[in-house]
């Protein structure tokens, strides 16, 4: 083995010498990067779940229930910003 590829301030990254300086900048790029993908993520996803829930409309007995008590019980001849 040549000695001149053999150093100590070398790290073997997948079997690649890499001087410690471009170690720490490739991993802060490989970070960075899973970072930015995982945001994008979470805000698709977000975005994707806020338009089907937004269709939704709840039909069960319970709900029709409550929504048809709430009507019942509100008195449409009081101002709401004076009450």
């Not at 079997?15 to 991993?27: D, H, Q, S």
């Not at 409309?57 to 004076?82: E, F, G, H, Y």
């Amino acid at each position: 083995m040549d000695k001149r590829l053999i150093n100590s301030e070398s790290y073997d990254l997948f079997r690649i010498k890499v001087k410690p300086r471009i170690l720490k900048t490739k991993i802060l790029i490989i970070i960075a990067s899973t970072i930015m993908i995982l945001i994008i993520l979470i805000f698709l996803l977000t975005k994707t779940s806020a338009k089907t829930n937004n269709n939704e409309t709840c039909q069960s007995k319970s709900c029709i229930n409550a929504a048809d008590n709430i009507l019942n019980n509100i008195d449409v001849k009081i101002d709401p910003c004076k009450n």
